[in-house]
């Protein structure tokens, strides 16, 4: 269906920035929903921040509000996740989505995971305090 390239994954100090890059492809050149999720050992996977089909609109879990910022370049059907004052709990591998089931609107945001049918491999964040 949808294969989804992240990369930008690293590690870092406490306070220090990261920014990933997740390159959406599919035979139909098709743009989607997108989002990034993260995913720390033991726990399950939840919301970073997702943005629309057009990219107009995004939202974030509380914990990044502030701190991350999600953009998305329509034309290279990319999304980014721009990580600042990053800290040891933001350690997790990120996993980049894209929604290719019917949406209901182009500005139209999906905050949950299984909202998603689509996942990249995943690319490791290491912070250390």
């Known amino acids: 269906q949808v294969h989804l390239e992240e990369s930008g994954g690293g590690s870092v100090q406490a306070g220090g920035s990261l920014t990933l890059s997740c390159v959406a492809s599919?035979?139909?050149?098709?743009?989607?929903?997108m989002g990034w999720f993260r995913q720390a050992p033991g726990k399950a996977r939840e919301l970073v921040a997702v943005?629309?089909?057009?990219?107009?609109?995004?939202d974030y879990a509380d914990s990044v509000k502030g701190r991350f910022t999600i953009s998305k370049d329509y034309v290279k059907n990319t999304i980014y996740l721009q990580m600042n004052t990053l800290k040891p709990e933001d350690t997790a591998i990120y996993y980049c989505?894209?929604?290719?089931?019917?949406?209901?609107?182009?500005?139209?945001?999906?905050?949950?995971?299984?909202?998603?049918?689509?996942w990249g491999q995943g690319t490791q964040v290491t912070v250390s305090s």
């Open positions: 943005i629309s089909l057009s990219g107009g609109n995004s």
């Open positions: 599919s035979r139909t050149d098709s743009r989607y929903p």
């Open positions: 989505a894209a929604r290719s089931e019917l949406a209901a609107g182009s500005g139209n945001i999906y905050r949950s995971v299984s909202s998603y049918n689509n």
